[in-house]
T-cell receptor
């Protein structure tokens, strides 16, 4: 149980375009989902916390107009990188907490974004 | 504010040798503590966690960690390294169980 999926696993887009990444909890309801960004050989940096039905809370330094997060249901959160630039190329990982087990986060497999 | 320090960004051990990955945390109150493993181009897999109770925590793949409040440490160990243990390991701390703060990671290399 407690599986989180991400789609797509890899995406290449041209500079200036937008790309959407989906994060789904497959077998549990997640009231809270988190989006992380990971640069090569570095740690995960929390970008934002997404609560179902409300606006996401962004970490300091994260542009909310560039990284649009929507958490429309208890099993789906989306991250849209708008007007992508090469510096946005990174590994994006989502995670979700099971409403019954707040001390665990279940991580998705990640999405590799390359902006050319 | 919470923070996590992982000493040693790279650790190399021989196959069959002891694995010791260090993690120290800074927190105003005892936090929840986690160790995750990440294989190349994959997400994070939970190895083990400490929430309350017994300070020696056993996880998957033969790993264990001990919460030492006096030392604010949560070091990860495994008695005998296996080639398949080669990966990136992250220590994480959380006060609420929701917002996690990760260390910078330790890359483990296992030498045959």
């Amino acid at each position: 149980g407690a599986v989180v999926s991400q789609h797509p696993s890899r995406v290449i887009c041209k500079s200036g375009t937008s790309v959407k990444i989906e994060c789904r909890s497959l077998d549990f309801q997640a009231t809270t989902m988190f989006w992380y960004r990971q640069f090569p050989k570095q740690s995960l940096m929390l970008m934002a916390t997404s609560n179902e039905g409300s606006k996401a809370t962004y970490e300091q330094g994260v542009e909310k107009d560039k990284f649009l997060i929507n958490h429309a249901s208890l099993t789906l959160s989306t991250l849209t990188v708008t007007s992508a630039h090469p510096e946005d190329s990174s590994f994006y990982i989502c995670s979700a907490t099971n409403t019954g087990l707040p001390t665990e986060q279940y991580f998705g497999p990640g999405t590799r974004l390359t902006v050319t | 504010a919470q923070s996590v320090t992982q000493l040693g960004s790279h650790v190399s051990v021989s196959e069959g040798a002891l694995v010791l990955l260090r993690c120290n945390y800074s927190s105003s109150v005892p936090p929840y503590l986690f160790w995750y493993v990440q294989y190349p181009n994959q997400g994070l897999q939970l190895l083990l966690k400490y929430t309350t109770g017994a300070t020696l925590v056993k996880g998957i793949n033969g790993f264990e960690a001990e919460f030492k409040k006096s030392e604010t440490s949560f070091h990860l160990t495994k008695p005998s390294a296996h080639m398949s243990d080669a990966a990136e390991y992250f220590c994480a701390v959380s006060l609420t169980g929701n917002q996690f703060y990760f260390g910078t990671g330790t890359s483990l290399t296992v030498i045959p």
